[in-house]
């Protein structure tokens, strides 16, 4: 294990250069999805984009309940080489369980959870999603001891083999199956395809992907697995300090994805409802790549955040670590606002209204990602249920918001009802952790780069009537000036690092 091996000198780069790699797997694989997004919205109506919408908002918050916090658990307890073994089979053995349990009861009440969600016609979708999501929970173990290894690599190609497993799969029953049944409709593809399945394919394919991964990574799982290894004290203390974390997650999956599940009930017009649903959903995925970044941040920073707990200069580590991610997290939604009139076509003309929910949903997952960087704060502390607290705060403040805002704004009160939840959260978050882990982390600075993106959007926007040549050539003005005013500001602070 080398957690720590070579972080001593040059932290931030260490970070950096992680997050790179991670980063290639989160950004290309993510990128690669939105294209199919781009295939899905040219492909299907905004109501059925819906029905995919929705119930991958279903999956989201399985995922956290399925999981219950043990990736978290097991970087704190698989601290050292001698615990590892018996931290990880504890860990497999207590998701495989779980996992089993879960797929079996989703599958034997499939008809009445179908029903439920007002899918009475389709309990297959329940079993298809049910599959998906204990597979993947069963394999965010092994993730987990590859991030906790320091072999960013291996887990960058198991994540693109999943992610090119899926969109073959995709490729093949959205394009090439429905061409040979309409050039050669008595060709043997009837026997493996089905018009009427429709977008139940886009969870098929997943479903290959998820089970694919699963015996590609069956080597790994087993290598280090031993059963004699499985310490059920081990495990009490896991879920104790894990269980606020599933308190946390499910809390903040409902901060991030139950408005995709109430506007379906909460729309003034529920005839129009799911076409809402879709263009929604299609839209969020415009903000994806700073949901990737932030995403990729996060697979590095969690280990590294817990290895370097114990040296001198920490706090101001993860003080140039908040001010660094707040610098790229601007730049990316600037590069997206400042170009929309590009990016927007990454999502089919008839998702196009809703393009201003974007910025909205981009400042709201930039507060999230700060509020990511500061809870640190709790973590480091074993104070875990505060980011229970703050969760579920958020949570009360996402339920309340979208109930009043939907049958006023539809889902343009989505999009707000998720910028003041962030916005909240984050406030809280750093409130309580000046209070019990008091970070210096440059706030003037910080609000210097947030005052001048925010004057850059708004010039932007003004310059949206000039012709589109000259539009661009404004946009990429403004955005070469942002480039200028952080290169002149950070150029002493990243030759320093480069120093260490």
Not at 380 to 392: P, R, S, V
Request: glycine share 6%; hydrophobic share 50%.
């Amino acid at each position: 294990m080398n957690t720590n091996q070579g972080t001593t000198r040059n932290p931030i780069k260490q970070l950096a250069g992680q997050t790179v790699i991670y980063g290639m797997s989160s950004i290309l694989g993510r990128f690669l999805n939105w294209l199919l997004v781009t295939l899905y919205t040219n492909i299907f109506l905004p109501a059925e984009y819906g029905i995919v919408t929705e119930l991958y908002a279903y999956v989201t918050f399985l995922m956290i309940v399925m999981t219950y916090g043990m990736e978290t658990g097991f970087f704190r307890f698989a601290d050292s080489n001698e615990k590892m073994n018996r931290v990880y089979s504890t860990t497999i053995a207590s998701l495989f369980t779980s996992s089993t349990i879960f797929i079996v009861l989703l599958w034997l009440f499939s008809h009445p959870i179908a029903n439920i969600i007002r899918y009475p016609g389709h309990p297959e979708y329940v079993t298809w999603l049910a599959l998906i999501v204990g597979l993947d929970s069963f394999t965010a173990i092994p993730f987990a001891k590859l991030r906790q290894q320091n072999r960013p690599i291996r887990f960058m190609v198991l994540k693109l083999v999943n992610i090119f497993i899926n969109i073959a799969a995709n490729l093949f029953f959205l394009l090439l199956c429905p061409w040979i049944l309409k050039n050669h409709p008595g060709s043997f593809i009837h026997l493996v395809y089905s018009p009427s399945i429709g977008v139940g394919y886009i969870f098929i394919s997943n479903l290959i992907a998820s089970l694919a991964t699963l015996l590609i990574l069956a080597p790994d799982i087993f290598r280090n697995l031993k059963l004699s290894d499985t310490d059920l004290k081990l495990l009490k203390e896991m879920l104790i300090y894990s269980l606020p974390l599933l308190v946390a997650g499910f809390a903040g999956m409902i901060n991030e994805t139950l408005d995709r599940i109430l506007l379906k009930y909460l729309v003034a017009d529920p005839h129009d409802a799911m076409r809402q649903v879709g263009i929604y959903g299609a839209n969020y995925k415009l903000s994806i790549l700073l949901t990737m970044f932030i995403q990729a941040f996060r697979y590095a920073a969690e280990p590294f955040f817990f290895s370097h707990a114990k040296e001198k200069n920490s706090k101001d580590i993860y003080a140039d670590v908040m001010r660094y991610f707040v610098i790229f997290g601007l730049l990316i939604f600037l590069g997206v606002m400042l170009y929309i009139d590009v990016v927007k076509y990454f999502i089919g003309t008839k998702y196009h209204e809703g393009l201003k929910v974007v910025p909205i949903l981009l400042l709201a997952n930039l507060c999230l990602g700060i509020y990511y960087n500061l809870a640190i704060w709790y973590k480091l502390n074993n104070m875990t249920k505060f980011g229970a607290y703050i969760a579920i705060f958020g949570a009360a403040i996402t339920i309340v918001a979208n109930i009043l805002l939907i049958p006023v704004l539809g889902y343009v009160g989505s999009a707000w009802a998720t910028f003041i939840c962030y916005f909240l959260m984050m406030v809280v978050s750093y409130i309580y952790g000046r209070k019990y882990f008091p970070i210096d982390y440059k706030l003037k600075t910080i609000g210097e780069y947030f005052f001048t993106a925010m004057c850059i959007f708004v010039a932007s926007i003004l310059s949206r009537h000039a012709p589109g040549h000259i539009n661009l050539a404004i946009n990429s003005l403004l955005m070469a000036g942002f480039v200028y005013q952080i290169v002149k500001n950070e150029k002493p602070g990243w030759l320093k690092i480069k120093s260490r």
